[in-house]
Every structure is written in structure tokens, then in C-alpha cells.
């Protein structure tokens, strides 16, 4: 097995990945990463100075890879499964990336300003930014629920790249922003990729770390459910 991804399984962006990878059966294995510990997080800067997660490791091609839309990608040249996360259409594969953008840019990092605001010392929060954030969240929220009035994943008709980056985004702002009440047809997307088995896969090994989540009181119980 040549492929090691590091990761926190509480950590968003690592979902976007582990799903690409649960969605076509890529063997792997995890390396689990505590930033909160001195030397890890030494050993980890070493890897990718910039520190964030993930980072893929591919000892077979000698290719170490941050940043999770590149990473998918390189799966799914160089460890295609049954299921094209890229497809082959030029301009099929132009909306997937767009929609990859989108969710990464528009709902993943406003809600991920807003989860980090709350972990500042008093005194250092950002309540513009938070407010700005949300804002931002407000105007994606719309255009998304838009945009699956006629389309079942973000790609279009198939689960793809966008989707990977779409469920993780929406998990995690649905908690700090909720979008169910007056989006009808992102909710309905939503609960499409909660039906996926991917994504219940990376809920249930993200579910024992929940509590290190600053808004868990607000989780709905079915997330809760075994923790």
C-alpha cells in the first residue's frame, strides 16, 4: 500500500478527500495527525511547511501532495476506481471544478472563519469578519439551492469532484448557519449526499471527535447518534 493520507478525522477538508477515496475503494492508510502536539506538529511541517491538512504521501511515485482538489485529481489520474471524480468532457469537467471552487471558497472557508473566531482568547475575535462571513454564506446558500432546482449533484446527473468538496462545506455550515429552512433544494442535495455511504463512513469516524467541535451543542441529534 504506497498511499498515506495525514489527516484529523474532525477535520473538514480531510473528509473531502477520505470521501473521494471511500467513494471508489482506494486502499490507503491514514495517518492520523495532532497539531496540538509540539512534535508532531514539527514532524508534520517537515512534510508541508504551510501545516494544514491533508496531505497525501505516495511512497510508490515518491509524490507528496497537499491541497485536497489536487490531491483528488492525482487519484484520479494515477488510482482511477469505477467512479470518474474528473470527467472526461472538457467542459463537463470545467463546471466540476467551478462547483469544486465554489464549495471550497464560498461555503467550506466562511464557515471555517466563523468555527475559528469562536476558539479566539476574548478579546481577539474578529465580529466583522464573522459578520462578512456569514453574509457570504447567505448569497452561496442561495445560489446553490438555485442551481439544484435542475441539477441532482453539482456536476450535473453524476456524483463527481464538487460533490467530494460540497459535503464536508455543507455538514459543518448547516451547524453554524443553518440553510434548511428557505433553500428546499440544496437541503434535498444535502440529504442526497447523506445517503451516501462515503459520507456516512467519514461521520462515524469523525463521530468520537465531535466533542472537540465548538458548536457541537448545536449538531442535530441524528449526528450525535453513538458518540
Known amino acids: 500500500m504506497s498511499l498515506t493520507l495525514y489527516l484529523h478525522p474532525l477535520a ?57 482538489s489536487i490531491i483528488i485529481e492525482y487519484l484520479d489520474r494515477h488510482y482511477p476506481g469505477a467512479r470518474p471524480l474528473i470527467p472526461a468532457n472538457a467542459q463537463e469537467a470545467l463546471q466540476v471544478r467551478l462547483w469544486d471552487r465554489f464549495f471550497d471558497l ?28 456569514r453574509a457570504t454564506l447567505g448569497v452561496a446558500y442561495g445560489m446553490a439551492d438555485r442551481h ?3 441539477n441532482a449533484f453539482a456536476g ?9 468538496a460540497a459535503a464536508p462545506a455543507l455538514f459543518y455550515a448547516g451547524i453554524v448557519e443553518p440553510f434548511a429552512d428557505g433553500h428546499p433544494h440544496l437541503s434535498a442535495y444535502f440529504e442526497r449526499l ?12 469523525a463521530r468520537p471527535y465531535f466533542h472537540m467541535f465548538p458548536y457541537r451543542d448545536l449538531m442535530p441529534a441524528r449526528f450525535l447518534a453513538g458518540a
Open 12 to 68: 473538514s477538508f480531510c473528509h473531502k478527500v477520505l470521501i473521494a477515496l471511500y467513494e471508489n475503494g482506494t486502499p490507503f492508510e491514514i495517518s492520523l495527525v495532532d497539531l496540538l502536539d509540539p512534535e508532531e506538529a514539527a514532524r508534520f511541517a517537515e512534510l508541508w511547511p504551510v501545516g494544514k491538512m491533508p496531505v497525501l504521501r505516495d511512497s510508490a511515485r515518491d509524490v507528496t501532495l497537499p491541497e485536497t
Open 106 to 133: 464560498y461555503i467550506h472557508t466562511p464557515m471555517q472563519k466563523i468555527v475559528t473566531d469562536t476558539l479566539r482568547a476574548t478579546g481577539e475575535n474578529d465580529h466583522r469578519g464573522v459578520a462578512d462571513a
Open 156 to 164: 450535473g446527473a453524476a456524483f463527481t469532484l464538487a460533490d467530494c
Open 194 to 205: 447523506l445517503e451516501r455511504p462515503s459520507m456516512n463512513r467519514v461521520l462515524a469516524e
Open 148 to 150: 439544484f432546482a435542475t
